[in-house]
């Protein structure tokens, strides 16, 4: 059974920085390329990065260019997210989630909630 | 950047009726046209990939079409596990994008 658990989350000054980790199990993590998208409160779905299964292509959305770093450790079946210069429109909920074979997103964790405010 | 626009925003529906949402992409995108639900503080599920391929558990009343720059999503017959929020998603290009969303909701 495919299993995505992410953790790392919480509360954040603006400014300041957090590291999510994305835990998986129940396929080959080392054949699959990874993404994460976030949903602020009351908001839709925003696509944020992606990376590729080797983790040598990266992927970002506009908004967290420059801010953020996906990597991923295929030894330790594990996706990151690392958030620097956190502001307050990057509270969200964040969702890591493996891409299938077809290139869609097939499975996604339960979400980690990032919070940043003073 | 791709941009996708889902049609309505939100809809209300009875139960047995048959309901439809539009995603219309700002450039083509072949087939790369994905669909979720999602319901309140719940990740979203995937149901389609490919614009009309049925991911696996998936109900059959679930269908997809299009291609290109216009699509649907249809929902043969509602039943109350279906009353949620619905995005469109291409990944035919990065940014991955996701249109706005579509809830559905109980008439």
């Known amino acids: 059974e495919v299993q995505l658990l992410e953790s790392g989350g919480g509360l954040v000054q603006p400014g300041g920085s957090l590291r999510l980790s994305c835990a998986a199990s129940?396929?080959?993590?080392?054949?699959?390329?990874m993404g994460w998208v976030r949903q602020a409160p009351g908001k839709g779905l925003e696509w944020v990065s992606g990376?590729?299964?080797?983790?040598?292509?990266?992927y970002y959305a506009d908004a967290v260019k420059g801010r953020f770093t996906i990597s991923r450790d295929n030894s330790k079946n594990t996706l990151y997210l690392q958030m620097n210069s956190l502001r307050a429109e990057d509270t969200a909920v964040y969702y890591c989630?493996?891409?299938?074979?077809?290139?869609?997103?097939?499975?996604w964790g339960q979400g980690t909630l990032v919070t940043v405010s003073s | 950047d791709i941009q996708m626009t889902q049609s309505p925003s939100s809809l209300s529906a009875s139960v047995g009726d048959r309901v439809t949402i539009t995603c219309r992409a700002s450039?083509?995108?072949?087939?790369?046209l994905a669909w979720f639900q999602q319901k309140p503080g719940k990740a979203p599920k995937s149901l389609i990939y490919?614009?009309?391929s049925l991911q696996s558990g998936v109900p059959s009343k679930f269908s997809g079409s299009g291609s290109g720059t216009d699509f649907t999503l249809t929902i043969s017959s509602l039943q109350p596990e279906d009353f949620a929020t619905y995005y469109c998603?291409?990944?035919?290009?990065?940014?991955?994008?996701f249109g706005g969303g579509t809830k559905v909701e109980i008439k």
């Open positions: 450039q083509g995108i072949s087939s790369y």
């Open positions: 998603q291409q990944y035919n290009s990065y940014p991955f994008t």
């Open positions: 990376i590729s299964a080797s983790g040598g292509s990266t």
């Open positions: 129940g396929f080959t993590f080392s054949n699959c390329a």
């Open positions: 490919a614009a009309s």
């Open positions: 989630a493996k891409r299938s074979i077809y290139g869609d997103y097939d499975y």
